[in-house]
Nanobody
Framework: QVQLVESGGGLVQAGGSLGLSCATSGIILRPNSMGWYRQAPGKQRELVAT???????NYADSAKGRFTISRDNAKNMVYLQMNSLKPEDTAIYYC?????????WGKGTLITVSS
């Protein structure tokens, strides 16, 4: 059974930085795509950034230039470094994994950006 666990959320002031980590357990296949999604109150879950096991990245426009996704394939972990955070980045951030037509999600970690 694949499980994902996020860590690193919290409260940060606008303009600050925060890093997220996502650890996986279970059978991780390749190729796969791992990434970060977020859901703000009253809004749908949206993509933040993804990265394939081959290294291809995809960023939401809102994340470009501020957030950086990376991963450690040996450890099957994915990271998100967030800089220049804005109050509108406040959301629950979820780690996601797609492999062999299946999608897996972590339980999420809350990030609150104060103005």
């Amino acid at each position: 059974q694949v499980q994902l666990v996020e860590s690193g959320g919290g409260l940060v002031q606008a303009g600050g930085s925060l890093g997220l980590s996502c650890a996986t357990s279970g059978i991780i296949l390749r190729p796969n795509s791992m990434g970060w999604y977020r859901q703000a109150p009253g809004k749908q879950r949206e993509l933040v950034a993804t990265m394939t096991s081959e290294g291809r990245t995809n960023y939401a426009d809102s994340a470009k230039g501020r957030f950086t996704i990376s991963r450690d394939n040996a450890k099957n972990m994915v990271y998100l470094q967030m800089n220049s955070l804005k109050p509108e980045d406040t959301a629950i951030y979820y780690c996601g994994l797609s492999q062999s037509g299946m999608n897996y999600w972590g339980k999420g970690t809350l990030i609150t950006v104060s103005s």
